[in-house]
């Protein structure tokens, strides 16, 4: 399916291209036209806002396993708080995600100073060529703003999708143009009946060939008048032999409201997110009724891949060698998503004060609190002490 890896003149279609041609159901699939599916807007919506919404941290990691933030590195400010001058973190995570999650890649230009990165401006993936050069490197071929660009693979991030291969992830866009195009079919359908009041137009019977007049005079004073749901109801007056022979059809009888709700769940399964998350529900569902377990199992079989994807591009292209080596890590802080469940933040940090592995001022710390006095010593309860040693514990000694 995608060739060899070194031939730089094999197709785009699977990776960066848009459907803009009728396909499917005869409706041109591309971005704009795919957004305009709730389902798929649902879908991105979900993906791409939770994992913007996530802090992005540089670690520094010691030979002994301890981690410390390093906001200090300038990767930090770039990563976390303003990638560039008009974006701040979460609006470029935002574009990143819905790019993969669309076109199956998503691309920036990387700005350094002395070595260091110190910001990432965003590229259209649909504006962006990649190819394999003579000397075995990438190169990035693209247009903005009337100006061309070629740069090779050290001035560009880039985050591949599904597929693996280093030209480029496969596009959604591409392989789901078919599942797309009958959703948007339906759609058109749905509203082209609700736009004829639930039924297709009617038959209007004459007799004898109608004059050029008499056509016309049909139309705008038969069929305008009385098509459409605004003028259900209104009785229609018959003259001159007329008959009128009506069709009537439901969306039950064509089925439209099964097909509807079919395409949304396969629209789901392309992306990976269960129905209930886009507010879409069945007669049964065998998905969790639990806050907690929902966002476990959404962060384990969706999340997961999608985060480890942007982590490991990023520590790869973004940390030198030696950065590496000195133990600096990148990683999305996952704890965000447990904000919103109080009882399971409760619990988690329960069972750490409990256990020694949280300290209180690490556990306020999450919670925005100040740190207290004495807070960073890790504390552990003391239990089933024996009863000779009872009056020394009351004593204190």
Not at 83 to 99: C, E, G, K
């Amino acid at each position: 399916m995608f060739g060899r890896f070194g031939d730089s003149a094999r197709p785009m279609d699977l990776r960066n291209q848009t459907m803009d041609r009728a396909d499917g159901a005869g409706v041109a699939v591309n971005a704009s036209s795919s957004l305009s599916l709730s389902a798929v807007w649902g879908c991105v919506g979900l993906l791409a806002g939770t994992i913007s919404s996530l802090p992005f941290e540089v670690y520094a990691v010691a030979k002994s396993g301890d981690r410390s933030k390093r906001r200090d590195h300038s990767l930090y400010r770039v990563l976390h708080d303003s990638p560039n001058a008009d974006q701040t973190a979460l609006d470029f995570w935002d574009f990143i995600t819905t790019s993969i999650e669309l076109w199956g890649n998503a691309y920036a230009r990387i700005e350094r100073l002395g070595g260091a990165v110190v910001a990432l401006v965003p590229i259209r993936p649909d504006a962006v060529s990649v190819r394999r050069r003579a000397d075995g490197s990438l190169g990035y071929r693209w247009s903005e703003k009337g100006q061309s660009f070629d740069r090779g693979e050290g001035d560009v991030f880039h985050v591949r999708g599904p597929g693996g291969d280093p030209l480029g992830g496969m596009s959604t866009l591409a392989f789901a143009r078919q599942t797309f195009s009958l959703a948007l079919a339906a759609n058109e359908a749905a509203a082209g009946m609700f736009r004829n009041g639930l039924k297709p137009s009617g038959v209007l019977k004459f007799k004898d060939w109608l004059s050029k007049e008499n056509r016309e005079l049909a139309r705008t004073e038969m069929v305008e008048r009385f098509a459409g749901s605004a003028n259900a109801g209104r009785p229609f007056i018959a003259e001159g032999g007329v008959e009128w022979a009506p069709i009537t059809i439901t969306p039950e009888d064509a089925q439209m409201l099964e097909s509807r709700g079919f395409s949304i769940e396969e629209i789901c399964r392309f992306f990976g997110v269960p129905p209930v998350m886009i507010q879409h529900s069945s007669a049964t569902t065998s998905w969790p009724t639990g806050v907690e377990q929902q966002v476990l199992l959404f962060q384990k079989f969706t999340l997961r891949r999608r985060l480890k994807r942007i982590e490991q591009a990023v520590a790869k292209q973004l940390l030198s060698e030696a950065e590496r080596q000195a133990g600096l890590q990148v990683e999305f802080n996952l704890e965000g998503l447990l904000r919103g469940d109080s009882a399971g933040r409760a619990s988690f940090y329960g069972s750490g004060l409990k256990d020694g592995w949280l300290t209180i001022n690490e556990v306020r710390g999450k919670e925005n609190l100040p740190p207290v006095a004495g807070g960073d010593v890790p504390r552990i309860q003391k239990q089933n002490v024996p009863i000779t040693d009872l009056e020394a514990l009351i004593n204190g000694e």
